[in-house]
């Protein structure tokens, strides 16, 4: 098998999507898979089949989430830039629900849905400005962040609706960030989210949609494989005072894609300077952007000296002309060599869905495996 290559286990997903559900269905909660973190086929075909709805940001994510089994009533599409073809694409398919991010989105839907003679069914994404507390670059929730709008903007909204012939509003919708791993953050969520809702007087209205945001252990993903959809969804239930009638929808991605899937990849050269050792391996920051992107940490591992002691720290570096194509500075590796292979975990989400071909190099391929075992490579 030619390296590099993401390599999934179907079985841990299925565990995965089953303790989502088995939490979820305690208190009545929908959940839909947001496409953005991983769009892979297979993958897509295993959560659609288990049921669950799919939150989009983009049209073709919407196409390829129908084309998957996903149903047009379990589609949830958000975005602060969505154009006209995809407002008309989602409209036309009878999603169950666009996000609406501004006043002049609100309005833009509106023209296009009377065009087509339809009504939209709309909920406004409100902007609660409660920190995450995560990576300022996946903190969404704050005024000072590009999305959703005011709980002001949404109050005009409210106020006119019945002016807006073509749209059904059907609720509000949140989204604050993610890898939240601080279910205190959950917490302020939910209370925020009552505030709002007293405010509006939006709790006769039959939708309300968290987001998702539930973060994974990216240090130590052998032992915690799944994610804390317990503590996660007891949080909400805890705190959160819907209506009595009102339908609660979450949008996780990462927590219930993050851990099926690895990144392998080979050790092409190493080389020692006064200060460092690297290992290059023939993965680059195209496969998996996280670290250049974010500063994020994945574990790594020289599985093919999984019996050796951890001697040495080595700076796992890609082969692209950049000085962030970096998958771990300073990691703990036993004296590694050319030829190794190396095990990057915890590439489910946000991997291949943000892979490139940048310096013009192949995007890795995937493979599966079903036993939950690893399905290791031949030299
Ligand atoms: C990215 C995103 C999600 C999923 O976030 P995760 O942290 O992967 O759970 C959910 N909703 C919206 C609107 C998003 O943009």
């Known amino acids: ?38 769009a892979n086929p297979a993958l897509l075909k295993i959560i659609s089949g288990a049921g669950f709805g799919a939150d989009c940001v983009s049209g073709n994510e919407i196409k390829v989430a129908l084309k998957n089994g996903f149903k047009p009533q379990g589609i949830v599409f958000a975005g602060v830039g969505k154009t006209d073809w995809e407002i008309e694409y989602a409209i036309e398919q009878n ?22 003679n339809k009504t939209a069914s709309i909920a406004l994404r409100i902007n609660p400005n409660v920190d995450a507390n995560t990576h300022k670059s996946i903190t969404t929730g704050l005024k ?29 919708h949140f989204h604050i960030g993610s890898q939240i791993m601080n279910m205190e953050v959950f917490k302020n969520l939910a209370l925020e989210v009552n505030r709002i809702q007293e405010r509006l007087q939006s709790k006769a209205l039959p939708y309300l949609n968290l987001g998702g945001g539930l973060g994974i252990d990216y240090i130590n993903p052998s032992i915690n494989r799944i994610a804390d959809f317990e503590g996660y969804f007891k949080t909400i239930n805890q705190w959160l005072n819907p209506g009595k009638e009102q ?38 920051m195209n496969a998996l952007i996280r670290p250049a ?48 292979l190396l095990v990057v975990h915890s590439c489910g989400a946000y991997a291949e869905s943000m892979a490139s071909d940048y310096n013009l190099r192949e995007r890795p391929k995937s493979v599966f495996n079903h036993s939950g075992l690893a399905l290791l490579p031949k030299h």
């Open 144 to 172: 000072e962040n590009k999305f959703g709008m005011s709980a002001e903007e949404a109050s005009l909204i409210l106020n006119s609706a019945n002016k807006y012939k073509n749209i059904n509003l059907v609720g509000l």
């Open 95 to 116: 999603i169950q629900c666009i996000h609406c991010e501004s006043v002049q989105e609100f309005q833009v839907i509106e023209q296009i849905a009377q065009k087509l």
């Open 247 to 284: 339908t609660i929808h979450f949008e996780l991605g990462r927590s219930l894609v993050g851990q099926c899937g690895q990144l392998y990849t080979r050790v092409l050269y190493t080389k020692t300077t006064k200060s460092r050792n690297f290992a290059i391996v023939d993965a680059g």
């Open 1 to 38: 098998m030619q390296t590099p290559f993401y390599q999934y286990d179907l079985a841990l997903l299925n565990d995965t999507l089953n303790a989502a559900v088995a939490q979820a269905t305690r208190y009545g909660y929908t959940i839909h898979y947001a496409l953005k973190a991983n």
């Open 293 to 340: 992107l974010y500063g994020a940490i994945h574990r790594i591992e020289n599985i093919s000296k999984i019996e050796y002691p951890t001697i040495a720290t080595y700076d796992v570096v890609g082969p692209i002309c950049e000085t962030t194509d970096c998958f771990g500075e300073q990691v703990n590796l036993p004296n590694t060599e050319r030829g190794d």
